[in-house]
């Protein structure tokens, strides 16, 4: 049996693949050919649709890494049985960490001193006033393993007066709201933690964003589409929002002549939320037991899976 890893990852989780099966990195020429070979897949970033999956008559498993499965046409390996996993919590720090630092970055105008520095400009520190997040009320959407690590950080770090919102979840450590309006209404920093699907796509728009306070702040570390980018950038542009910390987008990297990177008060990042040492490791070992564990007959997890 093959497994056939078609993204780059950690050389940790393609040695331990290939300890147990013929691997096929995905910086070898054989790669192209995965449709006819692969047991088992190992992706990251590639989108596996529903034509590769129809070409793929081998295939049983998909081990996804990362928590987002929206690359993986899910409906396409359901209907072929190709099981599909996931690695949710394995990055859950690291994005937290990312998500209060662009939410710092964005309240106390780091990034835009930082150019202004750079260019040589005359900066009068009265014109670039900052907010504090001291005390603030945070609202949380999406309070699952990254959602609740944020408002775990916000509360302790910053005595920030967590609320969140997720029709998914019963019981929080902190006030529920019963809607997403009730919480954009409250909040002065509103972190987005939910996965894009039909339900969530778009669900920050420009209904959305009027309702948030002049002076908020929007923080996206989960998916591009969750945000309506033209929506946000109308907005901004309006000075209805302070400011803005983006780290994914509808078209990742971002181009350079994207809108919203014209605005000083958005700071962005290319999706890297997860994108750290530790991390890369521990999630490339994760995926490829998986594929191993599934490809030696033993079932999957049914948290990691699905579909």
Same mark, same amino acid.
């Given at each position: 049996?093959?497994?056939?890893?078609?993204?780059?990852?950690?050389?940790?989780?393609?040695?331990?693949?290939?300890?147990?099966?013929?691997?096929?990195?995905?910086?070898?020429?054989?790669?192209?050919?995965?449709?006819?070979?692969?047991?088992?897949?190992?992706?990251?970033?590639?989108?596996?649709?529903?034509?590769?999956?129809?070409?793929?008559?081998?295939?049983?498993?998909?081990?996804?890494?990362?928590?987002?499965?929206?690359?993986?046409?899910?409906?396409?390996?359901?209907?072929?049985?190709?099981?599909?996993?996931?690695?949710?919590?394995?990055?859950?720090?690291?994005? %937290?960490?990312?998500?209060?630092?662009?939410?710092?970055?964005?309240?106390?105008?780091?990034?835009?001193?930082?150019?202004?520095?750079? %260019?040589?400009?005359?900066?009068?520190?009265?014109?670039?006033?900052?907010?504090?997040?001291?005390?603030?009320?945070?609202?949380?959407?999406?309070?699952?393993?990254?959602?609740?690590?944020?408002?775990?950080?916000?509360?302790?770090?910053?005595? %920030?007066?967590?609320?969140?919102?997720?029709?998914?979840?019963?019981?929080?450590?902190?006030?529920?709201?019963?809607?997403?309006?009730?919480?954009?209404?409250?909040?002065?920093?509103?972190?987005?933690?939910?996965?894009?699907?039909?339900?969530?796509?778009?669900?920050?728009?420009?209904?959305?964003?009027?309702?948030?306070?002049?002076?908020?702040?929007?923080?996206?570390?989960?998916?591009?589409?969750?945000?309506?980018?033209?929506?946000?950038?109308?907005?901004?542009?309006?000075?209805?929002?302070?400011?803005?910390?983006?780290?994914?987008?509808?078209?990742?990297?971002?181009?350079?002549?994207?809108?919203?990177?014209?605005?000083?008060?958005?700071?962005?990042?290319?999706?890297?939320?997860?994108?750290?040492?530790?991390?890369?490791?521990?999630?490339?070992?994760?995926?490829?037991?998986? %594929?191993?564990?599934?490809?030696?007959?033993?079932?999957?997890?049914?948290?990691?899976?699905?579909?």
């Amino acid at each position: 049996m093959k497994i056939y890893i078609l993204d780059a990852i950690h050389p940790a989780g393609a040695a331990h693949a290939a300890q147990h099966f013929d691997t096929v990195r995905w910086d070898d020429p054989r790669i192209s050919g995965w449709h006819d070979e692969a047991d088992a897949v190992i992706a990251r970033m590639t989108r596996v649709t529903a034509a590769d999956i129809g070409r793929a008559k081998k295939l049983r498993i998909i081990s996804k890494q990362g928590v987002g499965y929206d690359t993986i046409d899910i409906a396409a390996a359901k209907a072929r049985g190709i099981v599909v996993c996931r690695t949710p919590g394995v990055n859950s720090d690291a994005v %937290a960490e990312i998500a209060l630092a662009l939410g710092l970055t964005v309240a106390r105008r780091i990034t835009e001193l930082d150019r202004r520095i750079r %260019a040589g400009e005359k900066i009068a520190r009265p014109d670039y006033l900052a907010v504090e997040t001291e005390r603030k009320t945070v609202g949380v959407v999406g309070v699952g393993n990254i959602g609740s690590r944020v408002a775990r950080k916000w509360a302790t770090a910053f005595n %920030a007066n967590v609320i969140g919102y997720d029709p998914y979840v019963g019981k929080i450590p902190f006030e529920k709201k019963s809607s997403l309006q009730e919480l954009l209404r409250e909040a002065d920093l509103v972190t987005l933690h939910v996965p894009l699907n039909d339900e969530t796509r778009h669900m920050i728009s420009t209904k959305e964003i009027a309702l948030m306070k002049r002076n908020a702040i929007l923080v996206n570390t989960c998916r591009g589409g969750v945000v309506d980018e033209a929506a946000l950038y109308a907005a901004m542009k309006d000075g209805q929002l302070f400011g803005a910390g983006l780290d994914v987008w509808d078209v990742e990297p971002p181009p350079k002549d994207h809108p919203l990177l014209s605005l000083p008060n958005v700071v962005a990042t290319p999706h890297v939320a997860g994108n750290t040492y530790e991390t890369q490791e521990r999630s490339a070992l994760w995926v490829a037991q998986q %594929a191993v564990d599934f490809l030696q007959g033993k079932p999957a997890n049914p948290a990691n899976r699905v579909a």
